[in-house]
């Protein structure tokens, strides 16, 4: 009777910590952006007001009042525009993010999402993806009414530069949002980013002209930047009142800053 040899099995090392192919780490953020947008979406509470609020009070207030205005006067049809396009892209950006966050926080989703197989700031870029994705959407129909109501006497070129101008300044607010998201409570979320977004709406002097008395303190507010941004953008030397690579280096200072806030929260409580 012949015996039969076994041969030892060679078994090969699973390497635990090799990083994954990059069509597999761009596919996990596709998938987490793509399930944060569906589940804004599915929030009309939060959706339908921020992308119809801005468009529906530029019609009322630059269109049906200004309008005579406006027609005398083209740059404050650029001037109003720029107003109320400010408010279209920042609501959006802002509240989406810090009220998601700061629930999300206050359920522990932000500790199952790190024990997730998962890249770790997929969550991260699919809420700042998402917050740019819903400021396009909110500003998509207020650029409309003004083309079409024909108060927005701008070239194709002009228009569109100013147009990314304005979707930029939404990525200041994404920052503001993740910042406010992880300092306080998901109820309390919104109230703090009205007590922060709507006296810079009004102190900014981007709605109507402010006294020299108050020029002091609007470079405290992003908003002014923003729509001194677009102004440059524009081409309206008439309501610019800072130099545009000032505008661009305090944008980029205050996102510095509010994602370091957000950052060392996240890092130290979750």
């Known amino acids: ?49 921020m992308m ?32 109320f396009a400010v408010m279209s892209v920042t609501m959006p950006a802002l509240f989406g993010i810090c009220t998601s966050l700061a629930l999300e926080r206050d359920m522990g989703l932000m500790r199952l999402k790190r024990a997730l197989p998962a890249p770790a700031g997929s969550w991260l870029v699919a809420k700042i993806v998402c917050g740019v994705l819903f400021s396009v959407l909110s500003f998509a129909p207020m650029l409309a009414i003004a083309l079409i109501a024909g108060k927005l006497p701008l070239d194709a070129g002009h228009a569109i530069a100013m147009s990314a101008a304005l979707l930029a300044g939404s990525i200041p607010f994404c ?34 002209p402010l ?3 108050m020029y002091w303190q609007t470079p405290l507010w992003p908003q002014f930047h923003i729509d001194q941004l677009a102004m440059h953008a524009a081409g309206v030397t008439k309501y610019q009142f800072e130099p545009v690579l000032i505008a661009i280096a305090t944008l980029t200072g205050f996102t510095v800053l509010f994602s370091a806030v957000a950052i060392w929260r996240l890092a130290r409580k979750g």
């Open 1 to 49: 009777m012949n015996s039969m040899t076994l041969k030892p099995m060679t078994l090969k090392p699973i390497a635990v910590d090799a990083p994954l192919p990059g069509r597999r780490v761009l596919g996990a953020y596709l998938a987490e952006t793509r399930y944060e947008f569906m589940r804004s979406l599915r929030s009309p509470a939060f959706a339908l007001p």
């Open 175 to 208: 920052a503001l949002g993740l910042m406010v998201g992880t300092l306080v409570s998901g109820p309390a979320a919104p109230g703090y980013a009205n007590l922060i977004y709507l006296p810079g709406c009004y102190l900014s002097g981007m709605f109507f």
């Open 52 to 83: 119809l609020i801005p468009a529906a009070l530029y019609l009322l207030f630059a269109v049906l009042i200004a309008g005579e205005a406006i027609d005398k006067d083209p740059p404050l049809g650029v001037f109003l525009f720029a107003g």
């Open 211 to 213: 006294p020299k008395s």
